[in-house]
């Protein structure tokens, strides 16, 4: 493992919940001048609420990084903040790695919807296959336009049309229109289809994952006959209403709800308010509230009082 020093760190680290700076006070311990306190684990601050981090194994290795965002990370004149870094297989003197949990290059533990960095630090910001597991995306989207100095990048990669992957924690698959409306407040804003999100993976993925599945509970004989299906009848299901009566829906709908909710089209959801003696009292004021703001309007308007 290779982090940075503790003193670079200190540079631009700052309480998650004041923002007020933070300093070493012990070799294990990071605190504001406010005595809010934050352990350093194996010479990684942990600044986040929660559960204890998990060490992950040093040999884990996850996605690489395409060379074409490297050699832009490394080419920015200021510092970079790649957060939700994974294992890494580079170390660069401007790229600060964060993580939910400790992998080995990780510099700092963070919660991305409340990032320990102080306002204006940081020249550009990489995301790469994280807002999808956040279950706030809009506020990590303003939490890095706030570390951002003036002028700084953010780049992401999110899933659109992907299988459910790394659950309980993947909340949203946006469309490009989504996406925008997460980075409203930025400026340039411009979506595309980087090569690795090419279409085909959509599907690759897609029936690589449900194939395997429909083989493990139902069988091979049900597998074959869902790979057997070419791209022309699985369209003309499609195009002529008659998904509901097809062999391939009737094999699928005896799948587990555990699995159909990875490939699912949508969801249906049914809910209950629980309401309490509180919930109603409040109810009730506002409702009172509001009418005396239309009394007063109307014998202002009606009766000049």
Request: proline content about 5%; hydrophobic content about 40%.
């Amino acid at each position: 493992m290779c982090m940075k020093p503790i003193k670079e760190l200190t540079n631009f680290l700052v309480c998650p919940e004041t923002l007020d700076p933070l300093y070493v006070v012990e070799t294990n311990k990071l605190a504001t001048r406010y005595g809010r306190e934050f352990i350093i684990l194996n010479n990684v601050p942990i600044l986040r609420d929660g559960n204890p981090p998990n060490s992950i194994d040093i040999n884990h290795s996850s996605n690489s990084v395409p060379s074409e965002i490297w050699q832009w990370m490394i080419s920015q004149p200021g510092r970079v903040l790649f957060l939700g870094a994974g294992a890494t297989n580079f170390r660069a003197d401007n790229v600060f790695e964060v993580e939910y949990n400790i992998f080995r290059n990780t510099d700092i533990v963070v919660d991305a919807h409340k990032l320990p960095i102080r306002s204006e630090s940081f020249q550009a910001v990489v995301a790469l296959n994280v807002f999808e597991h956040l279950y706030n995306p809009e506020l990590a989207a303003e939490e890095i336009r706030r570390v951002l100095v003036p002028g700084g990048e953010v780049l992401i990669h999110t899933a659109f049309l992907q299988p459910l992957h790394e659950e309980p924690h993947h909340y949203f698959n946006a469309t490009e229109f989504g996406v925008k409306r997460w980075f409203r407040n930025f400026s340039n804003i411009n979506v595309t289809v980087s090569s690795n999100f090419n279409p085909c993976y959509t599907l690759s993925w897609y029936v690589n994952d449900l194939l395997q599945y429909v083989k493990l509970i139902l069988g091979n004989e049900e597998r074959d006959k869902i790979a057997n299906l070419t791209l022309e009848e699985l369209a003309s299901l499609w195009s002529q209403g008659n998904c509901g009566d097809s062999e391939l829906f009737k094999i699928l709908q005896l799948l587990p709800h555990e699995v159909q909710s990875r490939f699912a089209a949508g969801f249906q959801l049914s809910a209950v308010k629980e309401s309490s003696p509180a919930d109603k009292q409040i109810s009730l004021k506002q409702r009172q509230q509001k009418l005396l703001i239309n009394q007063a309007q109307w014998e202002k308007n009606y009766l000049n009082i």
